[in-house]
């Protein structure tokens, strides 16, 4: 069992910045790839980015590409979402989520969540 908490949501402007952290439990972290999904009002939960164990290999949605930046550390059992330039469509609920081993970008193949953390961007 993996226990998965997400931290550092909050309000921001329209081109302010946020750092979203992750922080992981029960397991050996490196073991496990890392994603960011987020899911605002009536829509579905939908990838943002995701990165592999040794922090090589990330991948992301084009909405965010250039803007958010994700990254990790190992010997502190946490990842990072970096946003810059915020919009307001990137007001969601941000979820952090762990697989075995590789990298995914559908929701479905993660198999650990935490409870989420608000992003709201105001225009």
């Known amino acids: 069992q993996v226990h998965v908490v997400e931290s550092g949501g909050g309000l921001v402007q329209a081109g302010g910045s946020l750092r979203l952290s992750c922080t992981t439990s029960g397991r050996t972290f490196s073991d496990y790839a890392m994603g960011w999904f987020r899911q605002a009002p009536g829509k579905e939960r939908e990838f943002v980015t995701t990165i592999n164990w040794s922090g090589v290999n990330a991948n992301y949605a084009d909405s965010v590409k250039g803007r958010f930046t994700i990254s990790r550390d190992n010997a502190k059992n946490t990842v990072y979402l970096q946003m810059n330039n915020l919009k307001p469509e990137d007001t969601a609920v941000y979820y952090c989520?762990?697989?075995?081993?590789?990298?995914?970008?559908?929701?479905?193949?993660?198999?650990?969540w935490g409870q989420g953390t608000q992003v709201t961007v105001s225009s």
């Open positions: 989520a762990a697989r075995p081993l590789a990298i995914a970008t559908t929701p479905a193949l993660y198999n650990y």
